[in-house]
């Protein structure tokens, strides 16, 4: 399956058993399942937007001009009026005769600005495209992210089962000799422990790596992967950073990844309701939501007295 077809295989909300179910698509799911099915369509953020081009600087530069495409503005289509204005018969001729011809009539001045924005434009697309290359090389000159992407395959599409369900997931890269998933990402926050664990935590990662290294292994014959490798890169900096995901991490992204799809081949057979439709739960407030609510409470008996 070539990738614009792995791209355009996707999972109609309507037939849950078609499939295909992905690593995205059953996070955004677990969430909430009756939101994800009548909520509207998930949009790519800025940042998501950058991680893409920065990701397919790394892993398929092709795609780069589809991605940051130069401006399609074609000078020879505009007439530059050689009249102030086109209240005579022959400058209302001239006018007529150049959008017959399918041209746009501008002015000196006005085409001179449509041509500078366009150069404009150019240049920054040129430059957007010239950054994400310099974020590859960097990634690629990086002592132990170099290696692993030395003879990789790249954009490697796996398609398999779950539940009797078709599924599917994108390794970036998959190293011709270590026995593991590697996938890049992008962080604005820092490549410290602490924040790498936090991105790890926030966006499911570990679920990622469970997911993929599951399906690979599945349907694969003659490789058995073992871990699960990130590569992070500052998007200010363009410093590198490759960790492994740890057994507990991967074992906590079985578990969960394993309700959550035990719950969507459910509603792929009974449909999805409201987990709420037949609740009445006693909810109180987060530890961090009361300790600021005492800390208040004291503050005004102080106060008071």
Known sequence: MGMKEYHGWQLDKSNLKAGPISCSM?????????????????????AMATGTILDAALTDPSQLNQLIPLPDIDLSKFAIAPFKDFRTKEAQKWRDERESEGMEVVSEKTFEEIKIKRDINIAECLEKRSSALQAAEAV???????????????????????????AKCLLDILPASDESIVDYKTTSTGLDD????????KYRYHWQGVFYKTLFNDVSADRHIESF??????????????VTLSDDAMALGTQSLKLALKEFARCAKRGIRSRYETTDDEVGLMPYHAMSEDEWNCTQEDFAQ
């Not at 969430?31 to 369509?41: M, T």
């Not at 690629?140 to 078709?166: F, T």
């Not at 490798?229 to 490759?242: A, M, S, Y």
């Open 194 to 201: 602490r924040s790498i664990s936090q991105a790890i935590g």
């Open 140 to 166: 690629r000159n990086h002592k132990i992210a170099g290696p692993l992407l030395d003879g990789a395959e790249l954009q490697v599409g796996v398609i398999g089962e779950i539940h009797g369900i078709p």
């Open 26 to 46: 059953i996070k955004r799911f677990a969430d909430n399942p009756y939101a994800w099915r009548w909520g509207p369509e998930f949009k790519q953020t800025a």
């Open 229 to 242: 490798k990130l590569i992070f890169q500052d998007t200010t900096t363009l410093e590198v950073r490759v």
